[in-house]
């Protein structure tokens, strides 16, 4: 596992969210009310709406399409339809957020 620093913590607003491009494809990053931050991809389980679009509460999100909530921590989706997000490990040095990625794939060479 590797981290990368992907910036400032105070670049988060409170019960906002911030989009990094990875080779694993778009990641949303939470930052609580409480100052938690989480990562998870941005596609919703339901209908792949961008979670960084819904509203944080706690320490969850609600899909801005379907209302699917998803708790930031597991990924998990509650309610019927169910599903799971994938998460990111995330640590906090010094203010700035390091976000934790699998090694990039190495490129076949033929």
């Known amino acids: 596992m590797t981290f990368v620093d ?3 913590l105070d670049d988060i607003p409170e019960r906002g969210a911030r989009l990094v491009k990875t080779h694993a494809g778009t990641v949303a990053v939470f930052r609580t009310s ?8 941005d596609k919703c389980p339901h209908l792949a709406g961008p979670l960084s679009q819904g509203i944080v509460h706690g320490s969850r999100v609600t899909c ?8 930031l921590a597991s990924g998990a989706a509650e309610g019927p339809n169910g599903g799971c997000v994938r998460t990111y490990p995330v640590q906090l040095k010094e203010g ?15």
Do not use: C, T
């Not at 409480?34 to 991809?41: L, S």
């Not at 801005?64 to 708790?71: E, F, G, K, R, T």
């Not at 700035?96 to 490129?107: F, V």
């Open 6 to 8: 992907i910036g400032i």
């Open 34 to 41: 409480a100052g938690q931050v989480y990562a998870v991809e």
């Open 96 to 110: 700035r957020i390091h976000l934790g990625l699998d090694a990039q794939p190495s490129e076949k060479v033929a």
């Open 64 to 71: 801005p399409l379907h209302n699917l909530v998803i708790d």
